[in-house]
């Protein structure tokens, strides 16, 4: 039976990387040009010359200066044209005005990189954006990479390559740190000596005019000398690219970020540094959260959790074990502890009958676990030991205070030898307080990889921070619940786009509350009844039809804040209190504003408030990350009580229950005082729906439900609004959301010819994990072979954590099409994958595939397969490549059938497929 499946991208991107990084001229190059340099002390053109000729990096350096034959000694080239060989990397040095001229002879002599250090663009106002704009277009040209400008510069410790104006070159390690201030990069780096903090990378990133966040989160991603990622952000820049990176790389490395602008003054003077244009920072938290990425607050705690995520593993939960042997210290671990969110680990029958076996009759009997001042190194090992195996434990903190019966020394050491010889699932961090008496003792707990810090706060501190991150992470790989087929209110979505192309029309900017409400019935978010009534009559015909008591509510396309003239009756009883209200309020409004803004009243039910709780689910726009979806407490009292939660769309149910725990409301919802809980599963079925409406209709701009009642028995809009951007608003310019919807548009239909049967290729969904593991379970190993290269168990291929990453494709970087067949109308299934995987950096993608055993040989295969390279293709990919076995025949003659060219591997038993699809 022919196989037809190539390996995976993760494991031929080994022999892909046998081509080189679209950023490696930048990092690793070969030659080197610097344009600008000079002789003249003290400026920036011969400190970076002299930084390049003192930290060799294996390369050839060439001065360009056309009034110069030599730079310090080193021949001197009047243009990059002149220059005799092939240069990887510019360094452009030069005014600004210059610029757009040199990178144009740049691209000219074909060099793919450049740093542009210069200053004078887009920071100081629009004269400065038009050269970057003018630099851009060319750049994007030439297929250069661009760095800056407005920055310090690189530095690679590895390679050796120092192209920047800092004093020294950075100790080498193994963390990879970007910074948009290069003032903060030189600081940073004189701080790093003094606490022997080394780097892989060392970036000045400046104002993003090409290189972002994003390119550079992916090339460190794949640097096999970076374990952690660290970040000085002041502004965003391409929120989509940044948000795709870091839920992808952030997975396998630990992402830091300190993001200055928490404040409005703050925020203002960031955008006036980099010339960008700044967003909420609630917003910024929530896109954080979104992607995996710890955020901090201190310039000290970035390097403080690179260190311990590298050398301690996370903790599964929130709850710490503090073992001291003084009260004080502990007390102070503890308010640090709990006023981060964190908590005391309670200590278990079992654990508390171990620690009375081993212990002083004296000692605390509680967590913390004071072990007294005369506690020897077996005292406190003999405790951690115990602590270790307790369940109700996410993590340990060992105190030391150096008192006249302690010896810091060898307790450290006893503690570094039972660590290193157990192992632990668990976090261990010390605080070893004092001065010279402790520090032999910290050497020994850090060359055991256990991480110390001088004050036992600042060890609460950072364990926050680490279940934090693993909290982040563990979102990123929950299973939703399938709330909905995306296709399914696929009719109702057209619908709701002519509903408003009608008001877009009309050059309407607001909805009535009546159309509003008929925008949420079309994705399925149930809605009170509510009947429009254009005079008295009318409106008492239609309480009487709905049955007292009823609210009237103004009806109008001008007026959206009705309550603010009098737009809202309540608790109307009877005929007449109807017909007095809806006479009034026309009155009112005729007189603040026009009779043609009464268009009349809509009639609904009055509903008993106190049956449920009043919620606000809404949506807005950012300047960064467009579209964001608000939950919390609803109400008239919303922006008194402020108990929101924001996240950016799409949601599934999985995101929207995390959105929900973050607000004070969410613990009632579960139920108190009496009150059954609300459908909770319903709740984020329907969160997750009303995000689907904001990503599909972009011309929407704000939309409020408040309130949605909230109770056991049910959840109902009970009010809605709907502001609509200018209808003369380009489409093209409507602001999209920072992550990439489920893309509808790529699902489709095909009938297999060989056995009939009618199968669906649609994107992957994360709710698809279930179906995922059936299609491996049904795999033989011959199969698996074929797509691994190798055997994998069934347990590896399956693993939560797998298949979870495959799942989540974020459809900026990654397409994934599954065929699914349902035989029955009830059991669907995936018989087949195709992934099509963008190479950062560049237009070029790898792809690979993977056909149940039943279904190769019928077609599906090719099918597939020629979807998905539709899908590039419209996607911009370039060049396809896919690596499979040599042995694989059926892939081969699939590869040839769709117009690869065929070629050998890495490896002899390796065939690559290529093609062109420009």
């Not at 595939?849 to 039943?854: G, K, N, P, Q």
Request: charged fraction near 20%; glycine fraction near 8%.
């Amino acid at each position: 039976m022919p196989i037809l499946n190539p390996l995976i991208p993760e494991l031929t991107r080994d022999f892909l990387r046998y081509s080189r990084h679209a950023l490696d001229p930048i990092f690793s190059p070969r030659t080197v040009a610097l344009i600008g340099a000079t002789e003249r002390e003290g400026s920036v053109g011969r400190t970076i010359l002299w930084n390049l000729l003192s930290s060799p990096f294996g390369g050839t350096i060439f001065p360009v200066n056309p009034k110069r034959p030599n730079v310090l000694g080193i021949k001197a080239y009047p243009d990059i044209a002149s220059i005799p060989d092939p240069v990887d990397l510019a360094i452009i040095v030069t005014p600004a005005r210059t610029v757009p001229g040199i990178i144009s002879e740049c691209i000219a002599a074909g060099v793919p990189g450049a740093i542009i250090i210069s200053a004078g663009f887009k920071e100081i106002g629009p004269e400065g954006a038009a050269l970057e704009k003018e630099i851009l277009e060319k750049a994007q040209a030439g297929n250069m990479r661009i760095i800056g400008p407005n920055c310090l510069g690189v530095m690679s410790p590895v390679t050796g390559l120092n192209a920047t104006f800092a004093a020294s070159m950075a100790n080498q390690g193994n963390i990879g740190f970007i910074s948009q201030s290069g003032a903060l990069c030189t600081a940073v780096l004189d701080w790093s000596y003094s606490e022997n903090v080394g780097f892989s990378h060392f970036v000045s990133i400046g104002s993003m005019l090409d290189v972002n966040w994003g390119d550079l989160i992916y090339y460190l991603g794949e640097d096999e000398h970076t374990a952690a990622i660290v970040i000085y952000m002041e502004t965003v820049g391409d929120a989509q690219s940044f948000i795709a990176a870091a839920r992808e790389v952030a997975l396998t490395k630990p992402i830091i970020v300190i993001k200055a602008g928490r404040t409005a003054a703050a925020a203002k003077a960031a955008a006036s540094h980099t010339g960008s244009l700044a967003g909420s920072d609630d917003v910024l938290d929530a896109a954080f959260n979104r992607c995996g990425v710890l955020r901090v607050d201190r310039i000290s705690e970035m390097f403080d959790i690179a260190e311990v995520l590298a050398k301690q593993p996370r903790p599964r939960g929130k709850r710490l074990s503090i073992v001291t042997n003084a009260g004080g210290p502990g007390v102070l671990a503890t308010d640090a502890l709990v006023s981060g969110g964190g908590q005391l680990a309670p200590l278990g029958d079992e654990t508390m009958a171990r620690l009375n076996q081993i212990l002083p009759s004296a000692w605390s009997h509680n967590n913390p676990i004071d072990v007294l001042g005369d506690a020897d190194p077996a005292r406190y090992a003999d405790t951690l030991d115990i602590l270790a195996d307790d369940a109700n434990s996410d993590g340990l903190l060992v105190i030391l205070t150096p008192q006249a019966m302690t010896d810091p020394t060898e307790t450290a050491a006893e503690l570094a030898r039972r660590v290193q010889a157990r192992g632990s699932d668990k976090p261990v961090l010390a605080s070893w307080m004092g001065g010279d008496m402790i520090q032999a003792g910290e050497r020994l707990l850090n060359q055991a990889n256990i991480p110390t810090y001088a004050y036992p706060d600042t060890a609460s501190r950072v364990f926050n921070y680490m279940w934090r991150y693993s909290d982040n992470l563990r979102a990123l790989y929950e299973t939703p619940i399938l709330s909905t087929n995306p296709s399914k209110y696929e009719r109702y979505r057209f619908q709701a786009e002519s509903l408003l192309e009608e008001a877009r029309q009309a050059g309407r900017t607001i909805l009535t509350e009546y159309e509003s409400k008929q925008i949420l019935s079309y994705y399925g978010i149930p809605t009170v009844e509510t009947r429009i009534a254009t005079t008295p009559k009318e409106t008492v015909d239609a309480a009487e039809a709905i049955g007292y008591p009823v609210v009237l509510k103004l009806h109008s396309h001008t007026i959206t804040h009705k309550s603010d003239v009098g737009g809202v009756r309540l608790n109307l009883k009877d005929a007449v209190a109807v017909e007095f209200a809806f006479i009034e309020m026309q009155k009112r409004v005729s007189e603040k504003f026009s009779p043609a803004d009464f268009l009349g009243v809509t009639v609904q039910p009055m509903l008993d408030l106190d049956e449920g709780y009043e919620l606000i689910i809404g949506s807005s726009q950012d300047a960064q990350f467009g579209p964001v979806i608000l939950f919390g407490t609803g109400g008239i009292m919303v922006e008194v009580y402020k108990d929101s939660a924001l996240a950016l769309p799409p949601l599934n149910t999985t995101l929207a229950r995390r959105m929900m725990e973050r607000t004070k409301i969410y613990q009632a919802l579960k139920g108190v005082r009496g009150r059954d809980a609300v459908d909770l599963v319903e709740l984020e079925k329907l969160m997750a729906r009303f995000s689907q409406l904001v990503v599909e209709q972009p011309w929407i701009k704000e939309i409020d439900i408040n309130p949605l009642l909230a109770s056991a028995e049910r959840l109902i809009a009970l009010d809605a609004r709907v502001l609509l951007h200018d209808p003369d608003t380009d489409p093209a310019q409507l602001p999209r959301p920072a992550i990439r919807p489920y893309p509808v548009e790529y699902v489709s239909s095909w009938r297999n010819p060989v056995t009939g049967v009618d199968l669906v290729f649609r994107p992957i969904r994360p709710e698809d994990e279930p179906l995922m593991v059936e299609f491996h379970r049904s795999l033989s190993d011959e199969t698996v072979r074929m797509r691994y290269d190798q055997p994998m168990e069934l347990k590896m291929r399956v693993a939560h954590e797998r298949l979870a990453q495959v799942c989540f494709a974020d459809f900026h970087r990654q397409f994934v099409l599954v065929a699914e067949r349902d035989l029955d109308g009830q059991h669907p299934e995936i018989v087949a994958v195709a992934r099509l995987s963008k190479i950062p950096g560049t237009d070029d993608a790898t792809f690979g595939i993977l056909v149940r055993d039943e279904c190769q040989g019928t077609g599906l295969g090719t099918a597939l397969l020629t979807r998905l390279l539709e899908i590039g293709k419209k996607e911009g990919v370039g060049e396809v490549t896919a690596t499979f076995r040599s042995d694989n025949a059926a892939m081969e003659r699939i590869s040839r059938k769709l117009g690869f060219t065929v070629s050998e591997g890495a490896r002899p038993d390796l065939l690559v497929a290529t093609r062109s699809l420009a």
